[in-house]
Structure formats: C-alpha cells, structure tokens
C-alpha cells in the first residue's frame, strides 16, 4: 500500500462542530435490486463559517442529480469518499438523487438485499452508503421518508409512525413515515419483505398504548413469544428503575438472517439478527432464551440511553453503549439471578477485555484515534464502559445514581452530547467529586492491585494496603479512583463489621493513590478477607490468599461471585501449581470435598452450583502467564477434569438422576437443567454405563437445552457415540439454519487431526454460507476461539485455516473478517513457533490487494 492509499486516521482532538445543520430529511426510496433509486430533500441551514462547503459523505453511490432550491448545480466536486458544495446560501433545501445497488452489497451495511428482504444498517457510517449526507452523529434532523416497491415486498417499513400508504401508476406500492423525533443517520431505517408479523400492545404507566409489532420469515411465528414478552419486560423494568417510557405510538423489531452484530436500535424499528429473536424450547436453548431477552431489553433501553441522547462524536461511543450494557446488565440481574450474571459479566471481563486491553489494539473506553470506526465496537467500549458506570454507580448509590440520571435527560434531551457530560450531570446531581474518577474514560490498560493484609493481636486491628499499578503496557498511567469493595469473614464465617476508633467504616474503600492503607479494629482473630468483593472495579488483583483462606471464602462469603470466584482462584491456583512444579500432581482433596458437599447437598441456586463445577477457560488460565503455554494448559485442565469425573462419578450419577425439570423457562427448571448439563459434562468422562444412556435420552430430548448438553458433552469427551448423534441432529435439523449454526459450532470442536479437514468438507455443506455471518461465526469461529488444540496446533494448519478464510471474507464482509481476526491479535503471546506462525497469516494480509481499512486498522497494530 502507498503512503497516499492508506486509510486515514481520526483523532478525537480534532472534533470540529459542523457548519451546517440538516433541520429535516426527506427521503424517497424506489427499491429495484441493482438500482434503487434514492432521492433526499434536505432542509439546510448554516451555523458555522460563512465561507465554508457543504461537505457530504458518501461511498459506492452513482450521483444523478444536484439541485439548490430547485435549480440544478455544477459548483460541487466528488472527492474520495466526498460530496463538496461550495456557495450555499445561509439556508436553503437541497436535492440529491443517488443510485445504489442493494443485492450487489454483500458488506451487510448501508442499504442490501439479502434473504429475500430490502434491509439497512447505518451505524456507524453505513448512511453514506444509501445517499450523500452529513454522516455524523452531532447532525440531528426529523426525518419524512417514502418507500415505493413491488408488491411481493409486503410491509414496507421505516421510522417512526406510518402517515400514508397506496398504489402507484405502476402497480406498485408505496408506504410513508414520519419520525417526529430528531436523530442523526446512524438511526435510520428501512425495511421492506414479506414478513409473518406478531402484533402485541404495551399500556405505559402514563396511559399511552404503544403498538408492539414483530416480523419475522414466513412460518415462524411459534418462535415469537419470547421476544415479546422479553419487550415487555424491559418496558415495564425501565418506567419502574429508571423512570423511563416510551415515546412513539408503535415499537417494531424485524428479524433478518444476514446481519453483522446482534441487533440494532434504529428509532422505532429495531432490526435484529434473527438468531437474537427466535426461540422455542425445541431449538433455543436457555442461554439463547436469556441472550435474548437481555439484547430485545438493550436495544429498547437505547430508545433513551442514545437515541433521545445521542454521542457528539462516534469517539463517546461508550457514552450510549457503556451505560446501555449496564441497564441491560441490570435488567437481567432484577429479573433473574444477579450473582449468575455478574459472573457471566466479569468472564467476559477477564477473558476477552483484559486481553483487548493489554493488546495491540488497546484503547480507552472513549478512544482518541480510529481509523475504522466498526472496529471500536469492542469489549472495551461496551462492557469495560458497563464496568465504568457500575463504578459510578457503586460511588453515589442507587439514589444519587438516578438523581444523576434525571439531571442528565433534563439538561441533554434531544441533543449529541459527551462522555464527560454525562459524568458532570452525576457529578452535580450527588455531589460526589469525579473529577480522578474520569481518568477511566482516558486511560486504557488494566490496573494492577496489590494486597498486603496485616494482623495485629495486640491491638486487634486489621490493616489491609493497597497498591496501584500502572498496566505494564500504559506505564505513565496515573492512579484511578477505585472503588474496592471489602467483606471480613471470622472463624465461623460471620461478616464483621467495619470500624475504626469507634467510628463505623463502609465496605467500599476510595482507594486514589499508589499507596493506601485502611485499618480496621475491635477485630479479635486473623479474619478472612473478601477483596473486590464483587468484582467492584476492573482490575487484576494479586493477593496472597491461601487455599485453606479460599475455602472457606467459598463456604461463607455473603456474596456469591465472591464465592464463586475464591472457588476459581483455588482451580487457577492449582492448575499454575502444576505447570510450574509439577511434582504437586493433582486437585487437593479439600477441592474435590467441597465440590462432593455442594452436588450432595444442592444446597441454594443449582445455577450456581453448575458454575462453581466449572474449570477456568483456556482464555483465563492463558492471562494468569507471560507466555501462554499452550500444551500445558490443555492438558492440566484435562487431567483435573478426569479427575473430577472420577472421583465424584457416583456423586454426579445420583445428582444427575435426582433432578428433574419440567421443561419449562422457569428460573428452577433452567437451574436444574443447567447442573445437568454439568453433570452429564463429566459423566462422559468416565466408563459408567449409565453414563450413555443418559447421554443418549438427553440427546433425544425435545428440549434443546438438554440435547445440546448431551451432544457438546460427547464431543469435548471425544466420545465413540459422538457421530452417530451428530448425523441424527444434521438430518433432523437441516431445515432450520439457527438450529444448524449449533451444530457447525459441534463440530467445530472435534478433537484429533481431522479437525481441519473437517472444517474445510463442512463448508460444502448445504447450509454453510461464507456471506452470512452467523454461519462464518458458527463454523469457524468456533473452532478458533474454543478449540484451542486444534487452532493452535504447532504445524500452523489451524492458522492456515483461519488466514485463508480471513483472505476470502476481506472481498465479501469486512466487518465481519476484521472481528474473525481477533485470535491473531494476541500472536506475541505465544511461543516462538506458534507466534511466528501467527505473524506470518498477518504479514499474508498485510501483502493483500485491496485490503480493507477494517482488516488495516488492526493487522498494523497487530505488526507494529
Ligand atoms: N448499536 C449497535 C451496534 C452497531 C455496530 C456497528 N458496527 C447495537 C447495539 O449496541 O445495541
Ligand atoms: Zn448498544
């Protein structure tokens, strides 16, 4: 690539405010498969510089027309990815005609034909592939749009409520929407298919009846409900904690198949993936039942937190995406489990985000230079953004927290505003000073604790130090304003109060600086701490906890991820143990016994119980080391799960037969199909008889829950009756595409040298497609994110696969190519051989003709 050829950076310090305003957009769309022809009247007035050009944004779009006020123009220039206009009056309206061509854009972004229906997306910057248009978020019009198609496209969709609709001359049809609300582009839609339609309605707490609409391929209706209720759900939880209704008179969610992320908030018609809607209890499973109801319950909570207030600029991503995961992570922990999912959310953490953020692609919460903007939706700016906005909530408190959410809607309503906003309207609602606490939004990088404890029997006081790292990759970091959240357990397992001189203490610690120490007295024995109770901040913590310590935080902390996540750190603990010293063979036997008491006694959340069963993934154990040893991990994990199944098989067998569940959603029922699936885990472990028959009835079971447990159990097992179940469930599924994507994710997991070829003969399979992303994402990212023995096997042929893939869907989808690159980014973590190996696919890509500004952004970071 050329100097002059290289896609071009933005920098946050270089937001200039726009100079013109687009008060009101009108659009007219005349859908044809390869000519669509786009007319917009744009009302323009001018607020900045009296000189300045008009400057338009648009990509892959055939200019057919120009007019100021009805009269056609020649003052314009096209340059790059430009529109230039210069002499515009002060205001004025301006008409453009552009021809796109929708079934020819595979890249799932703008305006595309796939599946059979017309569909957009314009985040971030898809709008300039529909027509020329101030393509930024800080540009807030209404917007009167018209869409004109034949008639097989049945409903003919677009924002905010439908005002007039007929037939053309032509036999044609034609529908109109208005959306009275301002929004930038990036929330536009438009949507036009033949599509099975479940109509439902909500009542606000206001009185005002909203129409609830959901569409859907032909045929399937039966898998609607959930996503509906889930709707209501999240109507209800928004007006009852955040005092929060809707505003138009109709919500609508279409379901498409071919589409880039899980779903997308455009103002009053959601478009979502499908595979983020649809569910029965034959083919979702409970993880697929709660993923949904959280993202229906996160693209709803957008109708505030990001569209009514939107970002200035896309670098404030975090602005709507950070708090909208920490409204949706609340809704789902109000409605079920909290602890459950403040574990799902702090996996997520330190697994994907610490090493996002200790990576080549590091970046802040609100990043300061992009070159694609599709790039930054990351686990940084979404959930490390969520994390920041727990932290704020766990500073001021569920009142303050709200008082700061009012303030924010009262004073930014309508309008494009900034990360630093939204934290002054918390600020001044609660007094409290965030001022350090803002270093979060500017500093990337996970900070470093250290915790020294000290007990002194004379004075019968506990002192606890904290020490604050700057994140080896980020040295000049200055310290953050960490809230650090603390339980001291005695003997018995009781909590004990916090004070100091007779002065009662909270149990979330300020620690601001390098170096803080926090005593505690009236404590009469060595006490047993909690730290990051909750995993209050996102940090590494090092601690000296001791195993007899972490068991008995297991048995005892008031907070059940703390439990949960001493019982990790006795895993992590053993399996490090064993890598560096390997005379220290097996689990302890103190492990192994508290397992045997929590599958005994069933005692509280079965869910739970399910996950305390769990080994750390490959993904945490690799962070725990400078260089990932990759054998070792494989094949200590392995071990310590045989060990698990062998010791605790007669236990597992009575826990498994024990639990029956009706089949239902209910909480009690996904709990226990949850511990089931644990169970069934390591039954396929071992030589029990029984082992297969429960393995073969689960796996014939109409609830998909359960015939997926049985199904993924066999394969990790390598079991000998994995391929006659995988050949029943092909011929039983073939018809349903979601339900295959499970199915191409089995498979992607295979053990053995055949892993490859496998993967290589699946993609003649009749459902694979290379241009649908879900499809991609099943089959082969799969494999390299979880089948971390074959992907990284030493002769590089999974990262042949992974290269060659990469090659072919830089040319169809670059979103989706540049997020299927994620395990290469980490490459300098590995051995030599397998590090080389790495940089070698990536050196493949940097050699590339036409490779993508997505694929550019990183295979350069990853190569500096
Ligand atoms: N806002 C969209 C994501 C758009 C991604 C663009 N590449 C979905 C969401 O976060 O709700
Ligand atoms: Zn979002």
């Known amino acids: 690539m050329t100097e002059s050829s290289k896609p071009q950076a933005q920098y946050l310090k270089d937001y200039k405010a726009p100079d013109f305003l687009i008060d009101h957009t009108e659009l007219t769309f005349d859908l044809q498969p390869l000519s669509t022809k786009v007319s917009s009247l744009l009302t323009l007035t001018r607020v900045g510089d009296k000189k300045a050009p008009l400057v338009l944004d648009g990509i892959d779009l055939r200019l057919l027309s120009l007019s100021v006020d009805t009269v056609d123009i020649t003052d314009y220039e096209i340059v790059g990815e430009q529109l230039i206009i210069n002499n515009l009056p002060d205001s004025c309206q301006l008409s453009i005609v552009t021809e796109i061509s929708p079934e020819t854009n595979t890249s799932l972004e703008g305006l595309y034909l796939s599946g059979g229906a017309y569909c957009t997306q314009c985040e971030a910057q898809g709008f300039r592939k529909i027509t020329y248009y101030m393509d930024r978020p800080d540009v807030l019009a209404t917007f009167d749009v018209t869409i004109i ?239 920041v906005i727990r932290m704020m909530h766990t500073l001021l408190g569920e009142t303050n927290f709200q008082k700061g959410m009012t303030l924010y809607f009262e004073r930014h309503d309508g309008q494009a505003v900034t990360c630093d906003d ?86 979330v610690l300020d620690v601001t600086s390098t170096t803080q120490t926090f005593s505690f007295d009236n404590i009469l024995e060595k006490p047993v701490a909690v730290l990051l109770e909750d995993f209050s901040a996102p940090c590494i913590l090092n601690q000296q906890t001791t195993e007899p310590e972490l068991l008995h935080i297991m048995r005892f902390a008031r907070s059940d991820f703390s439990r949960w996540d001493a019982q990790q750190q006795l895993f992590i603990k053993a399996i490090k143990s064993q890598i560096t010293d390997t005379t220290n063979s097996m689990l302890s036997s103190e492990t192994i016994n508290a397992l045997r008491v929590l599958i005994n006694t069933k005692e509280g959340d079965l869910a739970l119980i399910a996950e305390l069963f769990k080994l750390p993934s490959f993904d945490t154990l690799a962070a725990e080391f400078e260089v990932i040893p990759v054998d070792e991990i494989i094949e200590i994990t392995e071990k310590f799960e045989q060990q698990i199944a062998d010791e605790l098989a007669d236990e597992l067998l009575a826990c498994y037969e024990s639990l029956e569940d009706d089949g239902s959603i209910s909480a009690s029922s996904v709990a226990k199909r949850a511990l089931k699936q644990t169970c069934l885990h390591y039954l396929a472990k071992t030589q029990k008889p029984e082992a297969v028959s429960f393995i073969k009835e689960a796996a014939s079971s109409t609830n998909m829950t359960n015939v997926l447990g049985a199904l993924s159990a066999v394969v990790k097992a390598s079991h000998p009756i994995q391929e006659e179940l995988l050949n029943h469930f092909d011929s039983q599924w073939r018809h349903d595409v979601l339900v295959m994507d499970k199915w191409f994710a089995l498979q992607a997991m295979q053990s053995g040298n055949k892993a490859i070829d496998n993967i290589k003969a699946l993609y003649e399979h009749p459902c694979f497609d290379f241009s649908n992303p879900n499809r991609v994402r099943a089959l082969v990212g799969s494999f390299s994110h979880f089948n971390t023995a074959q992907f990284h096997r030493s002769d590089a042929q999974g990262y042949t696969l992974l290269g060659d893939l990469l090659i072919k869907l830089n040319a169809i989808n670059p979103q989706n190519a540049s997020r299927m690159l994620t395990p290469f980014m980490s490459w300098k973590r590995y051995d030599d051989v397998r590090s080389q190996a790495m940089k070698l696919q990536l050196q493949r890509l940097a050699n590339l003709d036409g490779l993508s500004a997505d694929l550019y952004e990183k295979v350069e970071k990853a190569l500096a």
């Open 149 to 387: 198609a034949d008639k097989k496209y049945l409903q003919l969709l677009s924002n905010g409520n439908q005002v007039d609709s007929g037939e053309t001359s032509d036999g044609r049809h034609f529908v109109k929407w208005q959306d009275p609300f301002k929004k930038p582009s990036y929330l536009f839609a438009l949507v036009a298919g033949d599509f099975d339609v479940l109509k439902d309605t909500y009542t606000t707490k206001s009185g005002k009846d909203v129409e609830l609409a959901l569409f859907v391929d032909k045929g399937n209706l039966s898998k609607t409900p959930h996503a509906i209720a889930s709707l209501k759900k999240a109507m209800q939880w928004d007006e009852e904690r955040f005092n929060l209704e809707y505003d138009l008179d109709i919500y609508m969610i279409v379901a498409v198949d071919f589409f880039n992320m899980g779903a997308m908030e455009n103002k009053g018609l959601n478009v979502f993936n499908s595979k983020c809607v649809l569910a029965n209890q034959e083919t979702a499973t409970d993880k697929d039942y709660h993923t949904i109801e959280s993202i229906v319950g996160h693209e709803y909570f957008h109708n505030w937190t990001g569209n009514r207030v939107t970002c200035r600029d896309w670098f404030q991503l975090s602005l709507k995406e950070g708090l909208t995961v920490f409204r949706d992570q609340e809704f789902s922990s109000d409605l079920g489990s909290r602890a459950l999912n403040r574990i799902d959310a702090v996996k997520v953490m330190r697994t994907h985000q610490f090493s996002e953020d200790a990576g080549p692609m590091a970046h802040p919460i609100r990043p300061e230079k992009v070159i694609e903007m599709n790039n930054f939706y990351t686990v940084t700016v979404y959930d490390k953004g969520a994390e």
């Open 422 to 507: 939204f934290v002054s309207a918390m600020s001044d609602a609660s007094g409290v000073n965030l001022e350090q606490f803002k270093l979060w939004y500017s500093q990337s990088g996970t900070p470093r604790l250290n915790a020294i404890q000290h007990f002194d029997s004379s004075s019968n006081t506990y002192t606890l130090t904290i020490e604050q790292a700057a994140p080896d990759n980020q040295p000049d970091n200055k310290p953050l304003h960490i809230p650090f959240a603390i339980e001291l357990l005695d003997a018995n397992g009781e909590s004990i109060a916090l004070q100091y001189k007779g002065k009662k203490l909270d149990d």
